[in-house]
């Protein structure tokens, strides 16, 4: 009895490490950001709509704000268009957009077409900001802290679901401003 | 019928050798004027992973993201960085799982550390084993020495 014991322990213990290694690995379309609690990256982007304007990390300063990296040729970037529309319409947190490796033309008519969640959209054509910042499939989403820091971050289409249980309650006392 | 099928063996091998000449080139970034530079370059996109395809390095995926990567992979070579400072700027971009080669630092200790812990139980098991096996073979052989004769 007693020698099959300890082997049988031993075997259970391996089933529950590896157990918690299956359930505990990182998903990896949503891999963690380094990015999480750190200031936001310094960048300087022109504003897709006014050129002389920039769209910077102090862009970000002073009220909470969901930075939303999409691209017109990104086809989960159509899909949630209409879920970032929706944001804007509640008026809670304004949009900044970063438009990655794209055409302005195509940007432009594409936001006439859609319709416009952005307050302004910096517009990254050779993609080193995304780098930055860490994207690696658009859209991605971050909630910046009105002091600029990275809160959250979401990979893939942006929901009413994600928006509701993720952003939103880490959003406190978050009123647009001009709102 | 012998003639025919060489030939046709002929041109499928002209075919392949022709095919095989095409190789696809997938890294376009220029190369660096060192050949030293070049060679940590090759290193360094090889060990590093491209976070959209995920089981592929940055040297062998297609995808734009790769790319551009590599120009700031090269970027921060002809700038004088070390391989560890450019592997320091991707984790702090990308997170720990950009590298294919785990680094060894606290948080995985015990990647690095379970190989040895499971080779020391397996030292010690087998020989417990073979100590018991050895002290059982004693004991038959008392017996039989000591066994009364018939």
Known sequence: MNRFLLPLAGFVLLMAVLLVGLKRAPDKSNLPSPLIGKPVPQFTLPNLFDNTQRVNAETLKGHWSLVNVWGTWCVECRAEHEVLLQI???ARVPI????WKDQNEDALSWLAQLGNPYER??????GRVAIDWGVYGAPESFLISPAGTVVYKH?????LQVWQREFLPRVSGA???GA | MRQPRRIGAQALLCAVLALAGVAVAIDTTPPLPDPVLQQRYYGLTHELRCMQCQSEALADSSVGLAADLRVQVRE?????????????HMVAR?????????RMIWRNAWLWGAPAVLMAIGVVVGWRILRNRARLADADESRLDDSPDP
């Open chain 1, 155 to 159: 990979i893939g289409a942006m929901t």
């Open chain 1, 175 to 177: 009123v647009s401003p």
């Open chain 2, 76 to 88: 921060l070579l002809l700038a004088g960085q070390t391989d560890d400072q450019i592997r320091d």
């Open chain 2, 94 to 102: 990308y997170g720990e799982f950009i590298l294919f080669r785990p």
């Open chain 1, 121 to 126: 959209i910096g517009t990254d054509n050779d």
């Open chain 1, 88 to 90: 804007k319409q509640e």
């Open chain 1, 96 to 99: 900044i957009g970063i438009d």
